[in-house]
């Protein structure tokens, strides 16, 4: 099993920037993948960012730039960083985690709230 526990969540206004980070525990290749999904409010959940043990980098055209994924594997803790942050950011975003890119929506936080403002 692998618990996954999301923080750093909040309200922000347009341009504006968060840290929002994913802690796991449980067997280490039960979440060789890590990723991130978002779901905004009337909206179908979508997928953000993923990133490997190694270090390898999957993401959407819409948050590159913007967001960087990033992990401390000593400390088992993926990171995204939210930079020129847009409105159309706002929703609930998941932490998730699997061993494989596959199956990396096999574990789900709880998920955490941003909001960002015009």
């Known amino acids: 099993q692998v618990q996954l526990v999301e923080s750093g969540g909040g309200s922000v206004q347009a341009g504006g920037s968060l840290r929002l980070s994913c802690a796991a525990s449980?067997?280490?290749?039960?979440?060789?993948?890590m990723g991130w999904f978002r779901q905004a409010p009337g909206k179908e959940r979508e997928f953000v960012a993923a990133?490997?043990?190694?270090?390898?980098?999957y993401d959407v055209d819409s948050v590159k730039g913007r967001f960087t994924i990033s992990r401390d594997n000593a400390k088992n803790t993926m990171y995204l960083q939210m930079n020129s942050l847009k409105p159309e950011d706002t929703a609930v975003y998941y932490c998730?985690?699997?061993?494989?890119?596959?199956?990396?929506?096999?574990?789900w936080g709880q998920g955490t709230q941003v909001t960002v403002s015009s």
């Open positions: 998730v985690a699997g061993g494989t890119l596959a199956t990396m929506r096999n574990y």
């Open positions: 449980g067997r280490t290749s039960t979440y060789y993948f």
């Open positions: 990133i490997s043990w190694s270090g390898a980098i």
